[in-house]
């Protein structure tokens, strides 16, 4: 449930927000409605997608993404520690060779969001350190509900938010293919202009957002 905001109609203007199809959807979306009832005056404009933003060009007021790379002279909050889940369908997991350990990972294909980097090399953010993978076969795309689809379908393993695939899992179409590995979560940060950092709308947007988004998700099930 979206976090109630009090009612302020004193903040008027325009605020831009940047942020990726995966966060505005799954994250920012059912929060928004309150914030604009709380702003009535405040003209919001939000772009989601994996463009580049430049905020010195003032394309937008804020920025929000799971990476701070290239971003490191703005002021970043950390709103969001999303867990992450490796599932895949019954059928996939059915017939290929069973996970008991990483080096088994490589026998098998993978969905993952990791779009920048190039060959066929796949990175699995486990928590004590970032393990690489060379997969039989891998499929890349920035949009972690497409990948959703492919799982379900038994195109491979996917790497993506639990609270994406949790509906999956819970109803049998998908299962945690890997149960025992901990794996390190998709952190989101707010980033604006240090010139921002005075600007009550920007402030308002923030401290708002990282309140509705404090409540973490539950871990997973082995959807066995």
Same mark, same amino acid.
């Given at each position: 449930?979206?976090?109630?905001?009090?009612?302020?109609?004193?903040?008027?203007?325009?605020?831009?927000?940047?942020?990726?199809?995966?966060?505005?959807?799954?994250?920012?979306?059912?929060?928004?409605?309150?914030?604009?009832?709380?702003?009535?005056?405040?003209?919001?404009?939000?772009?989601?997608?994996?463009?580049?933003?430049?905020?010195?060009?003032?394309?937008?007021?804020?920025?929000?993404?799971?990476?701070?790379?290239?971003?490191?002279?703005?002021?970043?909050?950390?709103?969001?520690? /999303?867990?992450?889940? $490796?599932?895949? &369908?019954?059928?996939? @997991? =059915?017939? #290929? !060779?069973?996970?008991? +350990? %990483?080096?088994? *990972?490589?026998?098998?294909?993978?969905?993952?969001?990791?779009?920048?980097?190039?060959?066929?090399?796949?990175?699995?953010?486990?928590?004590?350190?970032?393990?690489?993978?060379?997969?039989?076969?891998?499929?890349?795309?920035?949009?972690?509900?497409?990948?959703?689809?492919?799982?379900?379908?038994?195109?491979?393993?996917?790497?993506?938010?639990?609270?994406?695939?949790?509906?999956?899992? /819970?109803?049998?179409? $998908?299962?945690? &293919?890997?149960?025992? @590995? =901990?794996? #390190? !979560?998709?952190?989101? +940060? %707010?980033?604006? *202009?240090?010139?921002?950092?005075?600007?009550?709308?920007?402030?308002?947007?923030?401290?708002?957002?990282?309140?509705?988004?404090?409540?973490?998700?539950?871990?997973?099930?082995?959807?066995?």
């Amino acid at each position: 449930m979206a976090q109630r905001a009090s009612t302020s109609d004193d903040l008027r203007g325009r605020l831009r927000v940047s942020a990726s199809s995966y966060f505005g959807r799954a994250l920012l979306a059912p929060h928004l409605p309150a914030f604009m009832a709380a702003h009535p005056r405040l003209e919001i404009t939000v772009r989601l997608g994996s463009h580049k933003v430049d905020l010195s060009r003032e394309e937008a007021d804020v920025l929000i993404r799971a990476s701070r790379e290239g971003c490191e002279d703005l002021v970043a909050r950390r709103v969001a520690s /999303e867990p992450l889940v $490796l599932c895949a &369908a019954p059928s996939y @997991l =059915e017939r #290929r !060779p069973q996970i008991k +350990d %990483l080096e088994d *990972l490589a026998q098998h294909t993978f969905l993952t969001c990791d779009t920048e980097r190039a060959g066929q090399e796949m990175i699995i953010p486990i928590v004590s350190r970032e393990h690489s993978v060379q997969p039989i076969g891998l499929f890349r795309s920035n949009d972690p509900e497409l990948l959703l689809r492919l799982a379900c379908a038994g195109k491979g393993i996917a790497l993506i938010p639990l609270i994406l695939a949790k509906p999956n899992i /819970e109803d049998g179409s $998908l299962q945690v &293919a890997f149960p025992t @590995l =901990e794996l #390190r !979560p998709m952190e989101f +940060d %707010l980033m604006y *202009l240090p010139g921002k950092r005075n600007s009550r709308k920007v402030r308002a947007f923030a401290d708002y957002l990282l309140g509705a988004l404090k409540q973490p998700a539950g871990r997973p099930s082995s959807g066995a």
